[in-house]
């Protein structure tokens, strides 16, 4: 089953949009918090690589390893939370939001990536995003529609379509109906079919939960989802909350 026809017009395929329009608002200042985030770590040189990539518009198709690892600390910081000190308190505020989507944004473009998972992009992304306004969904949402066009990997597609449903549902654009919702939940609750959870252990497989779920980085879109499932039809409002289960701690 494809995407439901409302939601590729809402949303059409864009692999540049997001990172189009993240480029003009990230400044020096949050290139050098993302630089700094392993202790100061090659931070000068860190710090000239993410400015050739905001400045050029080209991402690598693989990342230094310093380059990688500082920019998935920056995308496991809590903007919410600055560090104390004598720390460098990071990336904090409506601004460090910005700054962290702007870490998945180039994680989530690796050709290869060395970060551990895909569900940590998305789910650290869609909750990034909520916070800084329609403009970044809608260019986030597009990204997932571009995404669920090139992965076949099950886990992948079933986080992309989540986030997908969860930036759907904050707009509501007129021409989506409770019903295109509906199919867009149906495609992941059938296709995790038979488990708890994305990443569900198995005896034969025992591989623990995805680090995006035992870490609950979800957390913030099961909350939304949560509220919306009482603001829909029945029908749509059952689907939501087996889709939060999905990616539930616990």
Known sequence: MSLPEAILKAFPPSEDRLFEILRPAVDNDMLK??????????WEE???????????????????VQLDEVLCLTRWSDPDKPNPPPFRPGPSG????????????LLMRQKKAWHEAWGCDVAISVASAARIGPDYDEALARYFTHRLGQTTSLDDRSFTQLGLLAIGLRHRIANITEHDFEELADLLLDAQSGSSRLDAFDAADPRPDDFSVQQGFWEPTIAQLNDQAAQVNP????KLLLCTLLVARG
């Open 33 to 42: 918090d993302i630089a700094m985030a392993d202790y100061g770590h090659r």
């Open 94 to 105: 409506e601004r460090g939001f910005v700054t962290r989507l702007f870490a998945c944004a």
């Open 235 to 238: 029908k749509l409002g059952e």
């Open 46 to 64: 860190m710090y000239e690589h993410l400015r050739v990539i905001r400045d050029r518009g080209e991402i690598p198709e693989t990342f230094d």
